[in-house]
Structures are given as C-alpha cells and as structure tokens.
C-alpha cells in the first residue's frame, strides 16, 4: 500500500515537472519573439529613413540633369541663331556677285558682237581689195603665189641645191659619228677579254707510273674510256700530262673529269671507268645548270623558268664559229644593255634579248629548224614577253626590225661576232667536218656509238654486238667508208675501225 502510494506520488510529480518545463519555454519563447519583432521594426524603420534619402538624393540629381539640358539647349539654340545669320549674310554676298557676273556676261557678249561685226567688215574690205589687185594684175591669188615662187626658185635654185647638199652631208657625217661614239662607248663598257676554242683539253698526273695504268692490259682501259667519252685519249712522252683530243668540248670535260677521279682513286678497270663516266655526266649536268645561272645573274635577267636556264647552260658547251655561244650571248646582252642606255631603249628587255638570242642552238642538232624559228618557239613555250621575242627573232634578218629593242641586239650581236679574235671560221668549219663524219655513221643501222678522233682522220664505230655478226660488221664498215667517199670533202684519207666487243656479265649469289 505504501508502496503503491510512492509510485502514485512519483508519477504526480514527473506531470508537474513537465508542465512547469512547457510554461518555462513558452514563456522564453514569448521573450524571444518579443526581441525579434523589434528588432525587424527597427530594420524598417531604418529602411524606410535610407529609401527617403535616396528618393530626396534623386530628386536633387533630376533637377539638375534637367537644368544642365534646358542650358545645353539654349547655348545650342544660340549657334543656330547665329549660323543662320553667316548663311543669310554669305547668301546676300552670293547673289551680289551673281549680279555683278551677270552684268560682266552681257557686257562681254556685246563687245563679243561688235568684234563679230567689224571682223565681218574687214573681211568684206579685204575680198573687196583683192579683186580689185586680181583685176589690175590679171593674176587669181594662187596664180600670183605659184609665180612668185617659181621667180623665187629659178633666182636661187642653185644656193637652194648648194644648201640642201651641205645639209644632207652634214647630217650624214654627224649621225655616222654619233653611231661610231655609241658602239665605241658600249664596247668600252663591256670590255670582254678575247674568246678562242681549242679542241684539245690537258689532264696532269703526278707520275708517269700512271700512263701505263691509264693505258691498261693490252690497252683495254683507255679503249673503254675512249669508247664512253667518244673522245681520243692521247698518251705520248710528255711530262706529268695525258691530252684529251675531241671536237666536243662536253666530251673531253666529261673524260677529264672521269680521269681525274680515276687517277685519284688509284682503282683504274673497265667497271671502275663505266662507273666514274658516269658520275662525270652527272657533274656536267649539275655545271650546265649552274653555267645557266651564273650568266643570268651576270646579265641581271632574273626570273625566267628553271628550264630555260638549263637550256642557257647548255650552250656553255656550243661554239659558233670557234666563238663559245654561252658567252657570246652573255657578250650581246652586256652590249645591247649599254646601247639601249645610250639611244633610250628599254635596257631590261634589251638584255633579256641579247641573252636568249641564240637559245635555239642549245637543241639546233635535235629539233629541225633555224636556230631563230626554235628559240622562238622555246621562249613562247616558258612565256617569255613579246617584246623579248621580237626583239631577239630579228637578230640575223629573218624577221623584220619590230622594235628598237630589236635593232640594238642585231646590232651587238653583229659587235660580238665582229670583234678581232672573237671567232675562227676555219675552226667552225673543221667542226662541222668532224660532226657530219659521225652521223653518217650513226644513220646506220645497229650502230650504238661513232666518234670521230685523231683530227678526222679516223671514224671509231662501235656496233651492237648481239644484233650484228662479225661479217656483217666487215660489210658495215665498207659501207660507212663509201659513204664518206660519196658525201664529204676532205684532204687525205680517213681510217674507218669498226668495234663489235661481247660482254658477258654474271652474279655470283
């Protein structure tokens, strides 16, 4: 029972406790809200304060935007008023001027009208005065001038004919000194050394040990090297020296530059020598390229096709007449320049003329045609201008002078060939003699090479040795050395050797 009444006890105690914790909270609850509320009041209350004094602030700043335009405006207002007032002045000028040229104009055109009508008078007066001389002369005006001056030239037709002919040979004395300074003066400028082909080239050695290596067993290496280059090697008693003999001069640098890798080498055989012709060649391609360049950039003739530089290097290996195109062309462009400079041609197209102007002898010995009709061909094909073309095609008359470009390249391609020691017609033609011996041989059929050596006294043929047997080659021979009885001129008598060598090559793998 006692025991019933503690938990009974108990339990009403732990219902007071919470209900006094609920009144405690609500009541701190109350206070804390209470403290919320003003403190919320006070923040827009404040807000409220700013709100107004940012909205006075607004104000204050309108009212001044609004009077600083209102002042604007007028200030603008009076440059208006003020402008207006310039144009309404200048338009009053204006129209006092407009008067004052109106009045000039009629005034003009009166006095216009009384010039009019005493220049109709006068004319009248003066028709009037000559009929009455052509009635007292008997004479019509033109009637009276033809007599006049018939008098005139019957008194003094023999000072009048006198005079003429001081003129004409004065005239003609003063232009032929004029023409002799300019050439004279362009000559001068360019001042080009003698030029002279020969057609031997020297190799030095360092011992003569050297010759019997060249020469080879039973001669097989300078024969292999005379058949590659197509050019006579010649081995004699000189001293340090091997001479090279051939018309070509392609082929004896070709066979020079091949015997001095040789002789530096020290490995001297057929194989070796195939193979060192070779890379000669293509050194003479690279010089070609480089001789091209090196004469367009003496020329100052720049920007042509890489190709037509090419063909312009080739002709470092073309002679014409003993004289070596390449610089015979460099020659012409340096003179047509400095003419051009005298007489006031264009100077660029005047060079670039001067330097193409024998391109087509660069491939003369493979295309048909005049060396003018090919270069003309060839310049239109790498477009070159048509001032260049016509100045350069009139060189050797073919074509007519278009330009005075083109008379000044005829007339210093005429100063090259024309100079003392320049050019050697008996050279040119012994040339010619030894190039003609060579392809009538190379006109026949299975022939693979023919060179002409020795001066001309010789033919060496090579033939295909699979394609033709060694009776036919006795007949071939015969035939090429009647053919030269029947087409050619010349003195003595030329030795046709005819080669058929079998070669067999096999790899051991």
Do not use: W
């Amino acid at each position: 029972m006692c025991m019933v009444a503690n938990i009974v006890v108990g339990v009403a105690l732990f219902l007071l406790g919470l209900g006094a914790g609920y009144l405690i909270r609500q009541i701190i609850v109350q206070k804390r809200a209470g403290t919320i509320e003003a403190r919320v009041e006070k923040m827009v209350a404040e807000a409220k304060q700013k709100a107004q004094q940012v909205l006075f602030s607004a104000k204050e700043k309108a009212v001044e935007m609004v009077e600083g335009a209102k002042k604007e405006e007028r200030e603008h207002q009076n440059r208006l008023i003020e402008l207006q007032k310039r144009l309404e002045k200048r338009e009053e000028t204006l129209d006092n001027k407009l008067d004052s040229i109106e009045k000039r104009e009629e005034d003009l055109l009166q006095k216009v009208e009384k010039v009019k009508e005493i220049k109709e008078s006068l004319e009248g007066l003066r028709n009037q005065k000559i009929e009455e001389l052509q009635k007292v002369a008997g004479l019509t005006m033109d009637e009276a001038k033809n007599e006049l001056f018939s008098a005139l030239e019957r008194s003094y037709e023999k000072e009048l004919l006198l005079r003429m002919r001081k003129l004409e040979v004065d005239g003609e004395e003063k232009l032929k000194k004029r023409a002799h300074n300019i050439t004279a003066l362009a000559i001068q400028k360019y001042a080009a050394s003698l030029a002279s082909e020969i057609t031997t080239t020297t190799v030095l050695i360092p011992n003569d040990e050297v010759k019997g290596r060249i020469i080879g067993k039973e001669g097989r290496n300078i024969r292999s090297i005379e058949k590659l280059t197509g050019v006579e090697v010649i081995v004699d008693d000189t001293p340090g020296a091997i001479v090279i003999s051939g018309f070509d001069p392609i082929r004896r640098q070709i066979a020079k530059l091949a015997l001095e890798k040789l002789i530096a080498d020290g490995r001297i055989q057929p194989a070796r020598i195939e193979e060192q012709v070779e890379k000669a060649t293509r050194e003479i391609s690279t010089q070609v390229k480089e001789a091209g360049e090196r004469a367009a950039y003496d020329a100052q003739v720049l920007g042509m096709d890489p190709k037509l530089v090419l063909l312009l290097g080739r002709l470092n290996f073309r002679t014409s007449y003993g004289q070596n195109v390449l610089l015979h062309s460099l020659e012409v462009a340096h003179l047509a320049g400095a003419l051009a400079a005298e007489v006031g041609g264009n100077i660029t197209i005047a060079k670039k003329a001067g330097l193409l102007h024998d391109i087509g002898k660069a491939v003369d010995h493979e295309i048909q045609g005049s060396h003018v009709d090919i270069g003309i061909n060839i310049l239109k094909r790498f477009g070159a201008e048509e001032e260049v073309i016509k100045a350069m095609k009139a060189h050797h008359e073919e074509y007519p002078c278009e330009t005075i470009e083109a008379v000044l390249v005829q007339s210093a391609d005429a100063i090259s060939g024309a100079r003392p020691g320049a050019r050697k017609d008996t050279l040119e033609s012994y040339l010619k003699r030894l190039s003609d011996l060579e392809d009538i041989a190379t006109a026949l059929p299975n022939v693979e090479k023919a060179y002409a050596i020795q001066a001309g006294r010789e033919l060496r043929v090579f033939v295909k040795p699979d394609e033709i047997s060694d009776f036919d080659a006795k007949k071939l021979a015969r035939e090429i050395a009647n053919r030269i009885e029947e087409e050619l001129k010349y003195p003595g008598e030329i030795k046709v050797t005819l080669i058929r060598e079998m070669r067999v090559v096999e790899y051991a793998k």
